[in-house]
């Protein structure tokens, strides 16, 4: 009774926008113009990972990003199948329609008219300009700054509904700029002056306005969001009138209010044990919905030196004058690969959610190189006849191996949640027989994916203060964004406030060399070959160690219609299409099931 009165005062408030203590902030709006009908429901949202920040270009997390994106939007989103779906965009650009320029430096698109944010201004293509001149300014903090627009050379407005990218050298995949929810589109007019290093100020003290099918009414970061109709919504108002985004808890507790409790509509990224979920699903409250993409759960090997002794120093490049004293050393890394049977993990804590994997880059097929196959079969014996055969022993007889004289003893960081710290469990006890001890540091999700890096920097995976952490990334439709986080000018360091993909903090020329051909090198089987060279390098160099091909999990009430499962984009992607069922034709409802 409790939960329901706390969801009951959430609601009202969601409804009566105003001043909130304890962080909560509150947008007011125009008078709503629209005079559709009212359905008079709530949708409730579980985000076992709250959201910390409602603008995704000042933060790293997916959950971030999946929050907004009820109302911020890209020029175009993607679709269940990886393909463009436009939002903002009138149109997909193209060669055929003179969207795409023949050398491919130039892209143009073309803006629906008639657009508005959700306070009535319209939105222009001069939002669009700002939306990159706001993360590319100096000290932003903008994640986005150096994969995404790394190789834009400007951006124009051509007239208040055409919008020119021109990129520095021809772009095989030009798309990359402004498509998925991570880089939406900002209102010029309500962050004009939130340049550089007070983004995060500004993010953190105003509600971000919107185009999307919902308005953010109220925020508590690491808690709870509020939504109300967007009245200015440029397409068919939604279905619900409000949504409620519960944030916090656990994974598992999201799955029970969905399937168990019956207290919300919708749970995302369920990472649970399989039985358990099952269980739950056959209580006839909701069904389980997985997508495959390119989500792998892995292990990032630190190649810096993270020892608290150094103080501000530690975890930081240095121009790599600051080494990891044994993770650099790869043979270690590869036998620590060897030892792990990646199919006990899959069987025993995904299930039908996950896949053992030997890759980086784990889809769309063409992308996926087979020459780290022998993954799929665990190998104590080799491991340790490779540390043996490279001089990596146990100098004074305690148990543990030793390199250059430092026990081989890692720190080994992680996300709060069951499955994580049950793979941690299963590492543990595989590395202990090839001489490796761990030590398991875990952390609050919503922190570790979106906290402050300078505020909160032994909390958060940008910092990266262990030898070794444990979470699921996925590489995009055309992976060359992805492979961008892996160069030497992508490394998160005190210089760049922290920014940057590039989080084994690893600088190989000949990795930033492949990368050089794949932005050269049009989409067909010569693209696909760079793909599969530039992931074997990161796996057999050590870098990263792949575990888990990751379905996307999620929980959906039975009475909740037009949710599709999509391994490209935010789970949101199209919530101005869902609605909720009539109870009595519930149990005619078709089960989501596994999406490839």
Known sequence: ????????????????????????????????????????????????QAPSLLIPYLSSGTKDAEAASLSLEPLASYGPDGRLVPRLAAGIPSRATGGVSADGRTITWILKKGVRWSDGSPMTAEDVVFSWKYCTAY????????????????????????VKIQFTQPQPYPYTVFTGAAMPIMSKRQFGDCLGVVARACAEERLPLGTGPYRITEFTANQDVAYARNPFFHGQQPYFDRVLLKGGGTALEGARAVLEEGIADYGWNIQAEPHVLQELEAKGQGQLAVAFGGWVERIYMNQTNPNQELGEQRSEYNNGQNPHPFLTFS??????????????????????????????????????????????LQDIAGANA????????????????????????????????AVRKAT??????????????????????????????????????????????????????????????????????????????NIS?????????????????????????????????????????????????????KTLQGFEPNPWDSQLWNIAQ???????????????????
């Open 505 to 557: 903090r690893v600088c190989n020329k000949n990795y930033d060399a492949l990368f050089d051909q794949l932005q050269e090198t049009p989409i067909g089987p010569g693209r696909q070959q760079l793909v599969k060279q530039i992931n074997d390098l990161i796996v057999q160099q050590g870098y990263e160690i792949p575990l888990i091909n990751r379905g996307v999990t999620s929980v959906v009430a």
């Open 386 to 417: 490779l540390l043996d055969a490279h001089g990596v022993v146990d100098d004074n007889g305690d148990g543990i191996r030793d390199y250059q004289g430092v026990p081989l003893h890692i720190t080994f960081q992680t996300s709060a949640n």
């Open 578 to 596: 869902w609605s909720r069922m009539e109870s009595s034709v519930q149990d005619q409802r078709e089960p989501l099931g596994i999406q490839e």
């Open 331 to 376: 043979p270690i890394v590869q036998a620590m690969s060897m030892a792990i049977d990646r199919k006990t993990i899959a069987e025993q804590l995904y299930g039908f959610a996950g896949r053992p994997e030997c890759n980086i880059i784990a889809a769309p097929p063409v992308y996926v190189s087979t020459a780290n196959d022998t993954c799929l």
């Open 139 to 162: 000290s932003s903090g903008c994640q986005q700054a150096q994969d995404a627009f790394d190789q834009v050379a400007a951006i124009e407005a051509v007239d208040p509904h055409q």
């Open 424 to 501: 941690h469990d299963l590492l543990r006890d595989w590395w202990q027989q090839i001489g490796i001890s761990t030590e398991l540091i875990q952390q609050d999700a919503s922190i570790f994916f979106g906290g402050d890096p300078i505020l909160q920097k032994g909390q958060t995976y940008i910092r990266f203060f262990a030898d070794a952490q444990m979470f699921t990334d996925n590489n995009e439709v055309d992976p060359e964004q992805s492979l961008a986080n892996g160069l030497c000018n992508a490394i998160p360091e005190s210089e760049n406030r922290w920014t940057g993909g």
């Open 1 to 48: 009774m409790k939960r329901l009165a706390v969801l009951s005062l959430l609601l009202a408030l969601a409804i009566a926008p105003g001043s909130g203590a304890g962080g909560t902030r509150a947008q007011a709006t125009a008078e709503d113009p629209s005079t559709g009908s009212s359905s008079g429901q709530t949708l409730t949202l579980h985000y076992w």
